[in-house]
């Protein structure tokens, strides 16, 4: 409910722009990269992470949409158990063009007792990745 009523009072449009721009390669400061590709409003790629026990090398399927200036991505951590969302902005700088996101990842658990189970499990935050010069 207060999403629409978010969304009615949206009078001012931002002029849109074309959804290529989320195209390429981006990193973000923990060495994480993510290469997409853009088909009309619809995103695909791979995510690269910089952090954690697996090999950075080996690449993640990344599945998204955009729309003006705003994306939202999941990618799916396969074998590792988890999941992960990231929505947010494209915003062009003087210092080049970030995706700034919030982000939110979900861990499986095998047997979740108690509600203390499921929240140890889920965790949020923030990321900004800056596009990579081709």
């Known amino acids: 409910m207060l999403l629409e009523?978010?969304?009615?009072?949206?009078?001012?449009?931002?002029?849109?722009?074309?959804?290529?721009?989320?195209?390429?390669?981006?990193?973000?400061?923990?060495?994480?990269?993510?290469?997409?590709?853009?088909?009309?409003?619809?995103?695909?790629?791979?995510?690269?992470?910089?952090?954690?026990?697996?090999?950075?090398?080996?690449?993640?399927?990344?599945?998204?949409?955009?729309?003006?200036?705003a994306i939202s991505f999941c990618v799916d951590f396969g074998s590792r158990g988890s999941v992960a969302s990231w929505s947010g902005h494209f915003v062009e700088g003087e210092d080049g063009d970030r995706l700034v996101t919030l982000w939110h990842l979900a861990q499986s658990v095998a047997h979740p007792h108690t509600d203390t189970d499921i929240w140890n499990s889920m965790m949020a935050g923030s990321d900004e990745f800056t596009r990579v010069a081709s």
């Open 5 to 69: 009523m978010i969304l009615e009072q949206a009078t001012e449009k931002p002029e849109p722009k074309p959804a290529s721009q989320f195209a390429g390669r981006w990193q973000n400061r923990l060495g994480s990269s993510l290469d997409l590709s853009v088909d009309g409003t619809e995103l695909s790629g791979t995510f690269n992470s910089g952090v954690g026990v697996w090999n950075p090398a080996a690449g993640f399927h990344v599945r998204g949409f955009v729309e003006g200036d």
